[in-house]
């Protein structure tokens, strides 16, 4: 089963948009996951709510949100285009943008979790011993984190990957930009004679989310092993 | 060295301690919940109370009138707390450094002083998951001295040992009391702890202290015996070494209030020691006896005769015009004797534990 020239512009594009959907959301997943696992503010259960929004919502209803807000026209989208020339609608960085939102919750959820097993007391022995909040975050608190940090973010990623609905609503279907894997499966299984291209698609899509899952088991293992303490020789 | 009085509520506990120490050890001793560990918490600043002033070397750190509250990290105190708390993603070297990162540039690094002074040479490279209990806490002592603090607060750091790691980093603490001059403030409820290494005692009770003074004036009240609970009655004196006698395995050493001799004493001659006589090991009697084992024989005078527990009574004898000893005798002998305070007597003392090795600054 060989590859065509065009399944491999698919795969890359669909691992492009993954990627980059973490990388761009996973600062913001992290801030949110600190605030929702340390602080209390008014408005905290809302504010938990609209981030879980994209996981309950239909992804169409999300994609046709981002497309009324960020669309040529669209009050976001306008101030992009007329202040920097920016245009995200159609594009694959629209793509990234929508798998960032739909893995969004889920990158959160993982997150938060792991901040919220981080023993408070070590912040408190950091602190005695010179470190301001800032530098207990980062010494502490996050590298504690690491192994939430790294599922939330494959979680998002393998997502990412799957990301439908919101995609072809805001950014629609096009060849060579837009056109990620279950688009492309799709769009194979609408055409007569596509189901050779469809299998063989569907077969990578699940390559891709077997490796996915365990690149991440093999990385939380490692962070956890490191957060437990332990000495490498020990390791068996 | 340390000022602190405060006033705090935690639910329907309440908090008010006030005391003083001018450095070397103060032990913040007590039962468990009376505010021993809230206590060092104000004083690092993780707990903050409802009123009150806390300064450390001089510099107010809290202040409710002034509105003064220096953040944790600003007050340079070193804390060591009960379970060590290493962070466990550091290896020992990285756990001990970690100071270092907020400390100016340049500052004095007594990194290789502290590594050989609590014996951590060999563990730089392990992780905490795979230390010991007593090692653990070896890192964390050092962990807290490498901030450069100017206070070291130790809360019940032997609490989670067994008794052999209990005595192997009890030496260390010795080692660093008598090293390195810095003021320690020791959180604990075992006695042997605060007779071995106490400056100063503050007894402490349902958030107040009771009696704050030395370990002689505090741990020998009979009227706190209540509040100090676990300890055995009796009295602790500071003495010197004057003679070791080799052949009989016997020494002898000076106190204010005269001369004992004590057994198999590990301490060389002109050493400051403190030994311990429990009440129970001090007999009374009129006349000085002769042909008796005791080898310690002291003239004393009743000063008091204590409330009697059941058939004994504690009775309080001043050796020399400056030693108080108790004697636990029975009551019925009490009696027969007729003893009365300012009755000149003989102190019979059986035995005499050494508690402290070195200067008891």
Known sequence: MALTAEDWEILLLSLKVAAWSVVLSLPFAVAVAYLLARRDFPGKTLFDAVVHLPLVLPPVVVGFFLLLALGRNGPVGSLLHDWFGVVIAFRWTGAALAAGIMGFPLMVRAIRLSFESVDRKLEAAASTLGAGRLAVFATITLPLALPGVITGALLSFARGLGEFGATITFVSNIPGETRTLPLAIYTYTQTPAGDAAAIRLSLIAVLLSLAALFVSEWLVRRATRRMLGQDAESRH | MLNLDIEHRLGGFRLKTAFASA?????????????????????????????????????????????????????????????????????????????????????????????????????????PGNLSGGEKQRVAIGRALLSNPRILLLDEPLASLDAHRRAEVLRYLELLRDELRIPIVYVSHAVEEVVRLADTVVLMAAGAALAVGSVEQVMGRPDLRAAAGTFEGGAVIEARVAAQDMEYDLATVTFAGGTLTVTDLDALVGEPVRVRIRARDVSVALTRPDRISVQNVLPATITQIGAPRGGVIDVTLDVGGATLLRARITRRAAEQLRLAPGLAVFALIKAVSLDRHGAAS
């Open chain 2, 23 to 127: 450095g070397g050890v103060t032990v913040l001793f007590g039962r468990s919940g009376s505010g021993k560990t809230s206590i060092v918490n104000a004083i690092a600043g993780l707990l903050r109370p409802d009123l009150g002033r806390i300064a450390i070397g001089g510099e107010v750190v809290f202040d409710s009138a002034r509105a003064i509250d220096v953040p944790t990290p600003r007050r340079r105190v070193g804390y060591v707390f009960q379970e060590g708390r290493l962070f466990p993603h550091l290896d020992v070297r990285q756990n001990l450094r970690y100071a270092r990162l907020f400390l100016p540039a340049g500052s004095d690094d007594r990194f290789d002083h502290i590594v050989e002074l609590l014996g951590l040479r060999d563990l730089l490279r392990r992780r």
